[in-house]
């Protein structure tokens, strides 16, 4: 029982160090970081999340191994010191592809507004591979064979997985090419719309007005038509068509029609206020002078509560000012027991 005791103690200690460690100390760092808004910080005690528990009992086993007194044949020991060591790369190569994951997410975020799990996924799964092939150095596997073979298991199960090879790669000339960025808002050939919330591995993830998800592969993306109404840039320019009776002052339309577009403009877009909206008459029409406003507004879902409130603020100040939107009024004739009568009729 004496030769237990040591082995036992580091192991508890190890087991007891790593509760501590995880539930307060790391608890109290990751709060002093948060507070103080470190870069990065975040990032990295999200990718620590229960690894000092695990390191602190990794340590408590090593201790047990190395001062046991225990009577352990020598390649018992040799083989639990490569278990110990096996686990502890692991859970560090583990951590280095959630940092690296992390920090590309992070740069991502801070250049294009919203990350491509793509991008992301290949980061951590470099580091994975390459942290693998260390792994196995370190135990003495030799690489170079392993290495050999999956070069050459490569090209079949490249031509077994060409439709999803296909789609990896036209995920990447999506995001190289800048055509599609995760956040802008596309409209697709067949009608589809929406946002684009993620490019991953094999699809792009488009969510629509309604909330819907719309899931389109990126090989069928890079081959379609579509619109993409963030580029050049998010802001575009509201077109707004409106007709006014002939007796009405045009100048004063103008003038009337321009404030209240600055108004509306005041309200969802004032980062752009400088650039003044204006109006172009353009149709003697049968019942109307026809013109059509011209408003620039933050990106493309602006469009509906940008004309939602111009036709709101307009008709109610083309009423105050005496601006009358004429609607079309159609004379009908009836004959009756030989009697021809007139009505009038709206439109």
């Known amino acids: 029982m004496v030769e237990w005791i040591l082995p036992i103690a580091f192991i508890l200690f190890g087991l007891l160090a790593g509760i501590i460690g995880e539930k307060f100390i790391f ?5 002093f970081v948060a507070e103080r808004q470190i870069p990065g910080g975040e990032v ?10 695990l390191w602190f009992v990794l340590a408590g086993f090593s201790g047990a191994i190395f001062y046991s007194s225990l009577k352990l044949d020598a390649d018992v020991k040799i083989l639990l010191r ?7 790369l692991c859970s560090v190569t583990l951590v280095l592809a959630r940092i690296t994951a992390g920090f590309v997410n992070l740069f991502i975020r801070r250049t294009e507004g919203v990350p491509a799990s793509l991008i992301s996924n290949l980061a951590m799964t470099v580091v994975l591979v390459l942290g ?22 490569g090209i079949a199960v ?27 808002y596309v409209k697709l050939d067949d009608g589809h719309e ?7 591995w094999r699809n792009t993830t488009i969510r629509e007005i309604s909330n819907n998800v719309i ?5 069928k993306l890079a081959s379609a038509i579509f619109t993409n109404y963030h580029l050049p840039a998010k802001e575009i320019t509201l077109t707004m068509n409106v007709g006014v009776s002939y007796d009405s002052d045009l100048e004063e339309v103008e003038q009337v ?7 509306v403009m005041q309200e969802i877009a004032p980062a752009l206020i400088a650039i003044e909206p204006y109006i172009r008459f353009h149709t003697f029409n049968d019942f109307s002078i026809d013109f059509t406003l011209y408003m620039r507004v933050s990106e493309y879902f602006d469009q509906r509560m940008g004309k939602h409130l111009f036709v709101k603020k307009l008709h109610r100040r083309y009423q105050q000012v005496g601006i009358s939107i004429p609607f079309p009024i159609r004379d009908v004739y009836m004959q009756d027991n030989g009697t021809e009568n007139s009505a009038m009729e709206l439109d």
């Open 158 to 184: 490249g031509l077994a997985l060409q439709d999803t090879l296909a789609n990896l790669f036209s995920g990447f000339y999506l995001l190289v090419s800048k055509q599609v960025r995760t956040g802008d």
């Open 194 to 200: 929406g946002y684009v919330t993620d490019i991953t």
């Open 82 to 88: 490569k278990i110990i060591l096996i686990i502890f």
């Open 132 to 153: 693998t092939l260390i792994l196995l150095q370190t135990v003495g596997i030799e690489i170079t064979p392993i290495v050999t073979t999956l070069g050459v298991g």
């Open 257 to 263: 029609t321009v404030e209240v577009a600055k108004e």
């Open 44 to 53: 990295i005690f999200q990718s620590l999340h229960r690894m000092t528990f």
């Open 215 to 219: 899931i389109v592969p990126n090989s």
């Open 27 to 31: 608890k109290k760092l990751r709060k």
